[in-house]
């Protein structure tokens, strides 16, 4: 039910970013709204802790490595 909300949900807000001009609403506003919005659906499931869990983990990985990496670059140039 949620993913079948949050597809419609994309649809119309990729469907107004397109409909720029016609509409009179910037590209950044109908973006954030439409994120903001499937962040709220994606919020609202069952199992949102668990998957903010594993994505922080992920990011935390790649944000660690990055900073190791750039600090041997760093040291070495």
Same mark, same amino acid.
Request: no cysteine.
């Given at each position: 039910?949620?993913?079948? +909300?949050? +597809?419609?949900?994309?649809? #119309?807000?990729?469907?107004? @970013?397109?409909?720029?001009?016609? $509409?009179?609403?910037?590209? %950044?506003? !109908?973006? +954030?709204? !439409?994120?903001? %919005? #499937?962040?709220? *659906?994606?919020? %609202?499931?069952?199992?949102? !802790?668990?998957?903010? !869990?594993?994505?922080?983990?992920? @990011?935390?990985? $790649?944000?660690?490595?990055? *900073?190791?990496?750039?600090?041997?670059?760093? @040291? +070495?140039?």
């Amino acid at each position: 039910m949620l993913s079948a +909300l949050g +597809l419609v949900v994309f649809i #119309l807000g990729y469907a107004a @970013i397109a409909a720029e001009h016609k $509409i009179k609403v910037s590209k %950044t506003a !109908t973006a +954030l709204l !439409t994120g903001v %919005t #499937l962040w709220l *659906l994606a919020a %609202t499931s069952k199992d949102v !802790t668990q998957d903010l !869990t594993h994505s922080g983990s992920e @990011i935390f990985d $790649i944000v660690m490595f990055l *900073l190791a990496a750039m600090s041997l670059v760093e @040291i +070495l140039v």
